[in-house]
């Protein structure tokens, strides 16, 4: 396998989008305009060997710094397989405007990063449905509650699916679109037919530095900017939301630290927004000892992390087992990119949606952390808020 890197000005004259790159059967993985887009399909590799492949392509390039790289998911259950995709053309772009575009082997680019059309509005009827009834989320709410009320967990994270299907294809470009409108500051994702917006960076590698974002703890966004600053301060003020907090950063900084010459973090959680929710966030980076671990290793020793599993890690994952009622499978894994030289960023994989092969159908899943002081129709009802992430961009009359 070869691959060339050139400059974007050098390939095109106009830099296309990253959405309209990735369309709807592309890949994608982007915040704020800044990220990676790739369509077709190279070659497909494990995510453990990702980076020695990667590592193995005969690499034409004239951009300082950059080497070929690959997208995609890790599942939620830990030490599951998880697949990379090397795209058969990426584009990229960094946070310090350089662009560049690579292709695999006689790929011609220019034909490749035609513009794409925009996604046209299509009226259709929607169902949206559960798999799982609601009585089993709340008998699974109020099992975890009890196990932490025993001093048989810490935390334990209950999720819950539901289904939208349509009488037409849905458009996954079209939900990228709106999803760029309404989640621009989220890590937008497009992986073989799994699609999101996820707020919460997992971690990320860059050289030496390290950096990290963990989320816990949610209230809702009501449209009024005094309620939303009332309800973030009765977010910052709640006992059962701080501890389950700092269960999850206490866990994501003992997990680093090891790889660490320093790891430095907020001294107080801050509120980070988005469209319908807002969550108590910590910022954390430091400087990994080198030789370092590529950001791969630390995807699996991070995921899940307490902010979709729980604590200890163990026991909770046997209680989502047994009590949840459906397999997770993408959804509270992580998704992202890597390159040859070990670099990259990863979220996790939450606000987000796993469309079917003949885009028909959609599975939508929510959960939230369940800690002594959690009440199943209050977790219920934080649950239905994370869905409009996904729900809003989905369904369009």
């Known amino acids: 396998m070869r691959a060339t890197t050139r400059r974007l000005d ?3 004259d106009v830099a296309p989008d990253l959405n309209s790159v990735a369309a ?3 890949y994608l ?3 704020d305009g800044v990220g990676v887009a790739g369509r077709g399909v190279a070659r497909r590799v494990g995510v453990d060997e990702a980076v020695d492949v990667l590592a193995t392509i005969e690499h034409d390039s004239t951009v300082d710094g950059v080497t070929p790289l690959a997208l995609g998911s890790v599942p939620f259950s830990p030490g599951t397989d998880g697949e990379l995709v090397i795209p058969t ?5 960094r946070g310090d405007g350089t662009q560049w575009v690579t292709w695999i082997d006689d790929v011609d680019p220019v034909a490749e990063l035609a513009a794409m059309p925009d996604p046209v509005p299509v009226a259709t009827n929607y169902t ?3 798999t799982s009834p609601t009585e089993v989320y709340l008998d699974a709410v109020a099992s975890a509650r009890d196990a932490v009320r025993a001093g048989e967990l810490t935390k334990a994270v209950i999720a819950r699916p539901i289904t939208v299907t349509a009488d037409v294809p849905m458009d996954v470009h079209a939900v990228l679109q709106r999803l760029k409108g309404s989640f621009g500051s989220s890590y937008r994702y497009s992986i073989d037919g799994f699609v999101g917006a996820s707020p919460e960076l997992l971690v990320e590698v860059s050289g030496a530095v390290v950096r990290s974002h963990p989320l816990a ?7 009024d900017a005094a309620n939303d600053r009332a309800l973030a301060a009765e977010l910052q003020a709640s006992k059962k939301n701080q501890i389950e907090h700092r269960i999850v950063i206490d866990v994501v900084h003992d997990t680093l630290l090891p790889w660490a010459s320093y790891l430095d973090w907020e001294p107080e959680p801050s509120i980070v927004s988005v469209a319908n929710v807002q969550h108590l ?3 954390m980076e430091g400087m ?3 030789p370092g671990p590529s950001v791969i290793e630390l995807v699996r020793a991070l995921s899940p992390t307490p902010a979709l599993g729980g604590h200890p890690r163990r026991e909770a994952l046997e209680l989502i087992a047994a009590v949840e009622g459906f397999e997770r499978g993408r959804y509270g894994g992580a998704v992202g990119w890597v390159d040859a030289s070990g670099d990259g960023t990863w979220a996790v994989a939450i606000r987000c949606a796993e469309f079917s092969d003949d885009r028909l159908s959609a599975r939508l899943v929510a959960g939230g952390g369940i800690v002594a002081d959690s009440e199943p129709l209050a977790e219920l009802a934080e649950t239905q808020a994370k869905f409009q992430a996904m729900l809003s961009a989905i369904v369009r009359p």
């Open 10 to 12: 050098e390939v095109v």
């Open 24 to 26: 709807g059967d592309g």
């Open 29 to 31: 993985f982007v915040r």
């Open 89 to 93: 053309i990426t584009v990229a772009k």
């Open 128 to 130: 949206l449905g559960s």
């Open 217 to 223: 703890g949610t209230t809702r966004r009501t449209g």
């Open 281 to 283: 966030g910590t910022r």
């Open 288 to 290: 990994l000892s080198q």
